[in-house]
């Protein structure tokens, strides 16, 4: 059974920085991607960053491009998603997903397991 675990939330003035972690289990991943999704109160799910665990090939969403950084740590089956300058609007429900097939995908539907999600709460 594949089970993904987030850590890292919290609380963090408008500006500043987290690092988020996801830590996989009951499943080898090799070429599916990894992805990182978040939810704000009253809003739909949307697509953060995502990453290939075999060749490392990313994509964001274009509001955080620059800012924020996905990457993996294949021995430690574990996905981080770096968190730069912060903006408070960016408050939210962060989940760590994982795709049962290949190709990365901005779709919350095509990913098959979730974490539990952490929250992120940008002050201002």
């Known amino acids: 059974q594949v089970r993904l675990v987030e850590s890292g939330g919290g609380l963090v003035q408008a500006g500043g920085s987290l690092r988020l972690s996801c830590a996989a289990s009951g499943r080898t991943f090799s070429s599916e991607p990894m992805g990182w999704f978040r939810q704000a109160p009253g809003k739909e799910r949307e697509f953060v960053a995502a990453?290939?665990?075999?060749?490392?090939?990313?994509s964001y969403a274009e509001s955080v491009k620059g800012r924020f950084f996905i990457f993996r740590d294949n021995a430690k089956n574990t996905v981080y998603l770096q968190m730069n300058r912060l903006k408070p609007e960016e408050t939210a429900v962060y989940y760590c997903?994982?795709?049962?097939?290949?190709?990365?995908?901005?779709?919350?539907?095509?990913?098959?397991?979730w974490g539990q999600g952490t929250q992120v709460t940008v002050s201002s």
């Open positions: 997903a994982a795709r049962a097939t290949v190709g990365v995908s901005i779709r919350a539907a095509e990913y098959a397991y």
């Open positions: 990453i290939t665990w075999s060749r490392g090939i990313t």
